[in-house]
């Protein structure tokens, strides 16, 4: 599985959008890209995913470069509750979904 | 569904004694997976089952450590002899087959923090 990079920690102001970086420069061409996060205490939450094209849905948004390098989670109106550490990954598309590699992810921390 | 069921929630153990964590997997899904969590290493994937046969051990840490999945309904994780190393947040997490997509999301319990002092 391909690796991904994380900036380590981000803020976002509640009610403003968080936008999460993540860069996969190594990902083949049928990995998907999907995003998870745990809130403290929590096991972890599925956010998303995708593959090539930009994914929306009740929770996030997906925006995948055209080169799939790189990616970007948008929660549109960050709150309080969205704190959490937020994990990238890179996966194929399986009857192993849930075999994930974690990395060490991003903890977003919304603030009032 | 009550999502994945996780039992005990917290358990301290005193070094040497066995330990047993058990896990029931949303039904219907065919995919079951147990993670460990701690500070130093984060998530780690343990091992997995499809369809109640384990698939891949290769994170298991050592002889000590045990799984099982006697049906689709039921997993255990079992350490013993347990030592103070081994003390993390345990999660257990299920996928299922939807469709033409084949699985999306995998679905984490919520962990049972072991404490082995």
């Known amino acids: 599985d391909a690796k991904t990079t994380q900036p380590p920690s981000m803020d976002c102001a509640e009610g403003r959008a968080a936008n999460l970086p993540c860069n996969h420069s190594?990902?083949?061409?049928?990995?998907?890209v999907y995003w998870y996060r745990q809130i403290h205490s929590q096991g972890p939450q599925y956010i998303i995913h995708?593959?090539?094209n930009n994914e929306t849905n009740e929770m996030a948004s997906l925006i995948i470069t055209e080169d799939r390098k790189s990616s970007t989670l948008i929660l549109p109106h960050a709150t309080l509750r969205d704190t959490a550490v937020y994990y990238c990954?890179?996966?194929?598309?399986?009857?192993?979904?849930?075999?994930?590699?974690f990395g060490q992810g991003t903890t977003l921390q919304v603030k009032p | 569904d009550a999502g994945v069921i996780q039992s005990p929630r917290h358990e301290v153990t005193e070094m040497g004694q066995e330990v047993t964590l058990r896990c029931k997997p949303i039904?219907?899904?065919?995919?079951l997976f147990w993670y460990r969590q701690t500070m130093m290493r984060g998530l780690e994937l343990l091992i997995y089952f499809n369809n109640n046969v384990p698939i891949d051990d290769s994170g298991m840490p050592e002889d000590r450590f045990s799984a099982k999945m006697p049906n689709a309904s039921f997993s255990t994780l079992k350490i013993q002899p347990s030592e103070p190393r081994d003390s993390a947040v345990y999660f257990c997490?299920?996928?299922?087959?939807?469709?033409?997509?084949?699985?999306?999301?995998?679905?984490f319990g919520q962990g049972t923090r072991l404490t082995v002092v």
């Open positions: 997490a299920s996928s299922g087959r939807t469709g033409k997509e084949g699985n999306t999301e995998a679905f």
């Open positions: 995708g593959l090539k």
């Open positions: 990954i890179v996966s194929f598309h399986s009857s192993n979904t849930g075999k994930l590699i």
């Open positions: 039904s219907g899904h065919n995919s």
């Open positions: 190594t990902i083949s061409g049928n990995e998907y």
